[in-house]
């Protein structure tokens, strides 16, 4: 069963996607929205803050891009990762504070 959160297949970008910083402490980390998961770079600061935190730093039509290119990355569609979504009962936007797609 693929695993959503595997960035074995991500590439690293040049700067952190939340704050723009070109860090050399940068790192490949997932993180999951009612789109479906996806992977961003980021320096260690951003990406040990919370996924409230950077999901509200991201436009929802870049989430989306970002969603469709990790589901690339885990050679997979964007529809089998919301079915492995639901089949892990993964569903983050069902959760209280999740108001980021209503
Ligand atoms: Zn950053
Ligand atoms: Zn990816």
């Known amino acids: 069963m693929t695993e959503l959160d595997n960035t074995a297949g991500c590439p690293l970008g040049v700067r952190c996607e939340s704050c ?12 999951e929205c009612a789109l479906g998961v996806m992977c961003l770079t980021m320096c260690r600061r951003c990406g040990t803050a919370s996924a409230e935190t950077t999901l509200r730093a991201i436009a929802i039509s870049t989430a989306s891009r970002l ?10 569609t964007v529809d089998d990762m919301r079915l492995l979504q639901n ?16």
């Open 20 to 31: 723009g910083l070109e860090a050399d402490d940068l790192a490949v980390v997932t993180v």
């Open 67 to 76: 969603v469709m290119q990790h589901a690339g990355h885990l050679g997979i």
């Open 87 to 102: 089949e892990g009962g993964r569903r983050p936007w069902a959760q209280p504070g999740y108001r980021w797609v209503q």
